[in-house]
């Protein structure tokens, strides 16, 4: 069983910014994707940006350029810096981890979901 930690959500006026973190832990023997969703009152959840093992990114057009995914392997954690926030970013967030667990298991694990608002 893999867990997943968020933190760094809250309010920010737009043009403003926000560092998204997720630490994982657990039974893990790999990490392999890392991402970030979101979901916003009356839509269905959306990718934000992901990043695999070897450090190749994806992002949504819609946060290309203001948003930047990364990950810190030493401590099993995925973080989302986002800058040019505009009212439309605004969703509760999550995190999502998929690898191998050490019981060499498939695991596909989701955050608990952190809200971010950007409002004036």
């Known amino acids: 069983q893999v867990q997943l930690v968020t933190s760094g959500g809250g309010l920010v006026q737009p043009g403003g910014s926000l560092r998204l973190s997720c630490a994982a832990s657990?039974?893990?023997?790999?990490?392999?994707?890392m991402g970030w969703y979101r979901q916003a009152p009356g839509k269905q959840r959306e990718l934000v940006a992901t990043v695999t093992s070897g450090g190749i990114t994806n992002y949504a057009d819609s946060v290309k350029g203001r948003f930047t995914i990364s990950r810190d392997n030493t401590k099993n954690t995925v973080y989302l810096q986002m800058g040019g926030l505009k009212p439309e970013d605004t969703a509760v967030y999550y995190c999502n981890v998929r690898g191998v667990t050490k019981y060499l298991q498939n695991y596909d694990s989701w955050g608990q979901g952190t809200q971010v608002t950007v409002s004036s």
């Open positions: 657990g039974n893990i023997f790999t990490i392999n994707d």
